[in-house]
């Protein structure tokens, strides 16, 4: 049996975080996701971090546009599930490539 490699959560909330780019969706590489299960008395989900490299020439304006207001921001991560956390964990100086590297962690819960 073959395994996604992201979980259905973490397949929704990556798309939903990817179309809070629009047409510039095309100049962001995924570096690493990592999830793992986590749970409370009252609740069930993940906790997810993941780190993204958005590329060209004005990457750090585009770093700061997707980045701007993600803490609050209404993610659709489809029926059943919703984000009940995310924080941008580091927005690193622009590399000698031009891009900037975007750390993000969130928490996933199942309704």
Not at 22 to 42: F, K, M, P, Y
Not at 68 to 88: I, N, P, Q, S, W
Request: proline share 3%; glycine share 8%; no cysteine.
């Amino acid at each position: 049996m073959t395994r996604s490699l992201l979980s259905r959560s973490a397949g929704a909330l990556m798309r939903s975080l990817l179309e809070r780019l629009g047409n510039d969706r095309n100049r962001i590489l995924l570096s690493s996701w990592t999830s793992v299960d986590w749970q409370s008395l009252t609740f069930v989900g993940e906790r997810h971090q993941a780190s993204f490299r958005l590329l060209g020439p004005d990457a750090p304006a585009l770093a700061r546009r997707w980045s701007k207001g993600l803490e609050d921001a209404e993610l659709d991560v489809g029926r059943g599930m919703f984000v009940a956390e995310l924080t941008v964990a580091d927005l690193s100086p622009e590399g000698a490539d031009g891009s900037v590297v975007v750390s993000l962690e969130a928490l996933t819960l199942k309704d």
